[in-house]
């Protein structure tokens, strides 16, 4: 056969099988405000960077009939392309064939670039839209499962490894997505859980939506599975391509730098936070005040909203932060922002991403339902995190550091390289109010008038304990600086630890109270 007819012969080849599930169920993909797999791939990537691999693999499950089914490219695309220049593997799942589940072959395409993507150190991203399992194959699919979620965890710290949940995903889909660093969701069309309403109704009799069980906002407010929300696919892929400027390629690289650029100067750092210690404010608006061009990069923005984590530059360096949130709880630190943080502190030091800590905060939460949500295991999670990161770690304690927030939220003693305090910074075992009810207990009680004495003793113990000059005076505070010099203070130091190197002691790997 001539050439020309070869070439036309596979370019036959292609369109049948670039109709994916066909023409009826691309309608009914379209219908529910979601794109095919292709055209996902190609709006996210930059244009005409797709190369696609494996387009005529097909299953060979035999059972129930499904020798006489043909399955194009066994309902997932693979490949490889860029975002912004930055080179990233990539898979997607097709719905329209067979539900986009998940059979021998169709994990063999997943398996295939996800070792492409950690042999050659680049991001993996997977766009999942999958009904799970795919049941007629049985054993086989649990197995591709199994594959994957294997090479998820080698890669772990290895290559960034994005989720993107644009359909159902039921069953084994939804614990790839959990073993990797970043999961996308778009509200309406996002759902993930582990057994379905049907499953639920039969079990448990009981009647629930796909949305209310495991929906965008679910993922994103309450289970904390999720770590971008978005309204529609668009600016889903949006915030990815953020993020893919963000962080670097692999853990033995720096994220791309970029040209600094000073705050805004409609964020007055000098007027963000009130004297009185009682008053809240939003310290997204200390971070825009500190960080290049006031552009911050909000990670979980739904979840724990007591605390903020997020990325932005200094010195056009990805910086990631930590900071308590005042507006929400006082910023207190409990069970799950005590997850939310220290998740993202070990994502920056798997990252080479220096971490700068604000802190503010009247220490962990009290009460019952916190004891026994485990309290005690989850803020662990916080310190440990913070004392076995050896990236670049900064704090700046604005007000509050009470107790065990103080020593958590990246103090000197868990090996901060920097500590500054703001002169409003109160640095104490507790609030000054509890303290003095406990310490002065027999003066209050015995006195003529003992709510005059205990103002009094709050007072005197606000002297002695309320400012940061006791914890500057033994050196576990490096300099008390006014608002308006943090970020040259932090610049510095960064620049400083551009080539900190901190030897671990050799271990196969620690015990984090996970
Ligand atoms: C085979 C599947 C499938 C699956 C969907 N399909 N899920 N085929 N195996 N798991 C097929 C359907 O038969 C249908 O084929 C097509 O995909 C579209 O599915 P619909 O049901 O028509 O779509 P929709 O109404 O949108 O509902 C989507 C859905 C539903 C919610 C995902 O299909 C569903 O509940 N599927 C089963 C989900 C599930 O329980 N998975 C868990 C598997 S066990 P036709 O030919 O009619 O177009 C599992 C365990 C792994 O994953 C554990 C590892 C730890």
Same mark, same amino acid.
Not at 140 to 160: C, D, K, Q
Not at 302 to 327: D, E, H, S, W
Not at 504 to 514: S, Y
């Given at each position: 056969?001539?050439?020309?007819?070869?070439?036309?012969?596979?370019?036959?080849?292609?369109?049948?099988?670039?109709? *994916?599930?066909?023409?009826?169920?691309?309608?009914?993909?379209?219908?529910?405000?979601?794109?095919?797999?292709?055209?996902?791939?190609?709006?996210?990537?930059?244009?005409?960077?797709?190369?696609? +691999? #494996?387009?005529?693999?097909?299953?060979?499950?035999? !059972?129930?009939?499904? #020798?006489?089914?043909?399955?194009?490219?066994?309902?997932?695309?693979?490949?490889?392309?860029?975002?912004?220049?930055?080179?990233?593997?990539?898979?997607?799942?097709?719905?329209?064939?067979?539900?986009?589940?998940? *059979?021998?072959?169709?994990?063999?395409?997943?398996?295939?670039?996800?070792?492409?993507?950690?042999?050659?150190?680049?991001?993996?991203?997977?766009?999942?839209?999958? &009904?799970?399992?795919?049941?007629?194959?049985?054993?086989?699919?649990?197995?591709?499962? *199994?594959?994957?979620?294997?090479?998820?965890?080698?890669?772990?710290?290895?290559?960034?490894?994005?989720?993107?949940?644009?359909?159902?995903?039921?069953?084994?889909?939804?614990?790839?997505?959990?073993?990797?660093?970043?999961?996308?969701? $778009?509200?309406?069309?996002?759902?993930?859980?582990?057994?379905?309403?049907?499953?639920?109704?039969?079990?448990? *009799?009981?009647?629930?939506?796909?949305?209310?069980? =495991?929906?965008?906002? $679910?993922?994103?407010?309450?289970?904390?599975?999720?770590?971008?929300?978005?309204?529609?696919?668009?600016?889903?892929? !949006?915030?990815?391509?953020?993020?893919?400027?963000?962080?670097?390629?692999?853990?033995?690289?720096?994220?791309?730098?970029?040209?600094? &650029? @000073?705050?805004?100067?409609?964020? #007055?750092?000098?007027?963000?936070?009130?004297?009185?210690?009682?008053?809240? +404010?939003?310290?997204?608006?200390?971070?825009?005040?500190?960080? !290049?061009?006031?552009?911050?990069?909000?990670?979980?923005?739904?979840?724990?909203?007591?605390?903020?984590? &997020? /990325?932005?530059?200094?010195?056009?360096?990805?910086? =990631?932060?930590?900071?308590?949130?005042?507006?929400?709880?006082?910023?207190?630190?409990?069970?799950?922002?005590?997850?939310?943080?220290?998740?993202?502190?070990?994502?920056?030091?798997?990252?080479?991403?220096?971490?700068?800590?604000? $802190?503010?905060?009247?220490?962990?939460?009290?009460?019952?339902?916190? @004891?026994?949500?485990?309290?005690?295991?989850?803020?662990?999670?916080?310190? +440990?995190?913070?004392?076995?990161?050896?990236?670049?770690?900064?704090?700046?304690?604005?007000?509050?550091?009470?107790?065990?927030? +103080?020593?958590?939220?990246?103090?000197?003693?868990?090996?901060? #390289?920097?500590?500054?305090?703001?002169?409003?910074?109160?640095?104490?075992?507790?609030?000054?109010?509890?303290?003095?009810?406990?310490?002065?207990?027999?003066?209050?009680?015995?006195?003529?008038?003992?709510?005059?004495?205990?103002?009094?003793?709050?007072?005197?113990?606000?002297?002695?304990?309320?400012?940061?000059?006791?914890?500057?005076?033994?050196?576990?505070?490096?300099?008390?600086?006014?608002?308006?010099?943090?970020?040259?203070?932090?610049?510095?130091?960064?620049?400083?630890?551009?080539?900190?190197?901190?030897?671990?002691?050799?271990?196969?790997?620690?015990?984090?109270? /996970?």
């Amino acid at each position: 056969m001539p050439l020309n007819k070869k070439i036309k012969e596979l370019q036959e080849k292609r369109v049948k099988v670039l109709l *994916g599930g066909g023409e009826q169920a691309i309608e009914k993909q379209k219908a529910m405000g979601k794109r095919t797999a292709r055209e996902r791939i190609t709006s996210l990537l930059d244009e005409n960077s797709f190369n696609e +691999y #494996d387009m005529f693999v097909e299953h060979d499950a035999r !059972d129930f009939d499904m #020798d006489k089914k043909s399955l194009p490219s066994d309902g997932v695309i693979i490949g490889s392309g860029t975002i912004y220049g930055a080179p990233v593997a990539i898979f997607a799942q097709d719905f329209t064939v067979a539900g986009g589940s998940l *059979g021998l072959m169709h994990s063999r395409k997943i398996t295939k670039i996800m070792d492409h993507a950690l042999k050659m150190r680049m991001p993996l991203i997977g766009i999942n839209d999958s &009904g799970g399992a795919r049941i007629q194959e049985g054993v086989n699919s649990l197995a591709g499962y *199994g594959e994957i979620f294997f090479r998820n965890t080698i890669s772990s710290g290895v290559i960034p490894q994005i989720s993107v949940i644009l359909g159902p995903c039921a069953g084994g889909a939804v614990y790839s997505p959990a073993l990797t660093d970043f999961v996308f969701v $778009v509200d309406q069309i996002s759902k993930m859980f582990i057994t379905g309403p049907e499953v639920i109704k039969t079990v448990l *009799g009981e009647e629930i939506s796909m949305e209310d069980l =495991g929906g965008a906002r $679910v993922h994103s407010e309450v289970t904390g599975n999720a770590h971008f929300f978005a309204m529609s696919e668009e600016e889903c892929f !949006d915030q990815i391509k953020k993020l893919i400027t963000f962080i670097p390629w692999n853990n033995s690289q720096k994220a791309r730098a970029f040209e600094p &650029g @000073e705050p805004k100067p409609e964020f #007055d750092i000098n007027k963000i936070v009130p004297a009185d210690p009682t008053l809240p +404010y939003d310290v997204k608006d200390v971070i825009r005040a500190i960080v !290049d061009n006031s552009d911050f990069f909000e990670i979980m923005e739904l979840y724990a909203k007591n605390l903020v984590i &997020g /990325f932005g530059r200094m010195g056009g360096r990805t910086t =990631g932060f930590v900071a308590n949130q005042p507006l929400e709880m006082a910023g207190v630190l409990d069970v799950d922002s005590s997850d939310k943080a220290a998740r993202f502190i070990r994502y920056c030091d798997a990252f080479n991403i220096p971490i700068i800590t604000l $802190v503010d905060l009247p220490g962990y939460l009290p009460g019952v339902d916190q @004891e026994h949500a485990g309290v005690i295991r989850h803020g662990a999670k916080v310190l +440990y995190a913070y004392s076995e990161a050896t990236v670049p770690k900064l704090t700046v304690i604005l007000r509050k550091a009470y107790g065990g927030g +103080y020593i958590a939220m990246s103090s000197r003693h868990l090996r901060a #390289d920097f500590v500054f305090a703001w002169p409003s910074a109160e640095i104490a075992v507790m609030g000054p109010e509890g303290a003095a009810n406990i310490i002065f207990r027999k003066e209050i009680m015995s006195a003529a008038d003992p709510d005059a004495m205990r103002k009094q003793k709050v007072e005197e113990y606000k002297a002695k304990f309320a400012n940061p000059y006791v914890a500057a005076s033994r050196g576990y505070v490096d300099a008390v600086i006014e608002p308006s010099e943090t970020r040259k203070f932090l610049l510095h130091s960064i620049e400083v630890s551009e080539n900190k190197d901190v030897p671990m002691p050799k271990k196969k790997h620690g015990l984090p109270p /996970f």
